[in-house]
């Protein structure tokens, strides 16, 4: 067998360790998300590097420095999750959702802005309609799911006059103001938004070069922004009757003994899927030279 598909094939099975060690809550092997990356690189290499050759190195280099950072810990260290929901302060912290949401796709936004100069250029009309399509869902999510938090922090919170001072509380929670949750709301979907748009213009860049397959998998890069904006948002708090409408948080699927982590376990698949497809459709020495659509019709 030819080494650059034996790397792929290779790093695919490491991409499925990781995804198990997710699902079960107990890593197969704490490296297989750095391996199933360093192998992707490898295969990049050995392939065939496209024009401009410094992308796709450069594309998958954050994801290797994120992929070390976010490793399990040994077996014995002590507990360890695969998801930071939030510190421990008892105030009112306004970023919080931010910090969860660009903790867990600041790797995805810069490998997603590489390739977004390095294949720069007019998409064809009928990308960018698909393009827009795909992105109104999205977008219509995350405006329901904004609306549900902030709708229901509305209605949990009175009016209490201390001193002829009003102050706004949280029935049955925390103090805090809607003028507080509202700017962490919005701070919270920025992430995931620039995610999911970033990967859609992507998307029609390289379908518009004939990278199909590439294509793909930078549609799929803007399904995983999905669970990062519940994931997100499940770090600004509000009361727990408003996520009566995340479709994608962590108990989506029901976790159980066995599974105790489906969705986490759905999110690596799909993220790493994308990264696999990416970098399979965008190498190889027969398609190394695809000149840019001259028109964008």
Known sequence: MRRAPLLLILAAVSAVAHVVGVLVAAPLWRGAEVLSLALLLGYAVAAGLPVPRWAVPAALVPLLVDAVRTMPAEPGAGDFGWTVYGSGDSGFDVTAGFDAAFAGSWAALVAVAVLLVAFRGRGRRRHLIAATVAATPVVGYTAVRVADVGAAVAASTRVVEVRSETTLTRVGGPGYDRAEVVPALVLAVLPPLALALAALVLAVLLAGRGRRLAATGAALLAVLALPLL??????????????????????????????????????????????????????????????????AG
């Open 230 to 295: 519940d994931a997100a948002l499940a770090a600004v708090p509000h009361p727990l009757e408003a996520d009566g409408t995340a479709l994608f948080a962590w108990y989506a699927i029901t976790p159980t003994a066995a599974m105790p982590q489906p969705v986490a376990a759905l999110t690596a698949a799909v993220e790493l899927a994308a990264y696999l497809l990416l970098v399979a459709g965008l190498t190889g020495s027969h398609r190394a030279a695809v000149p840019a659509p001259a028109a």
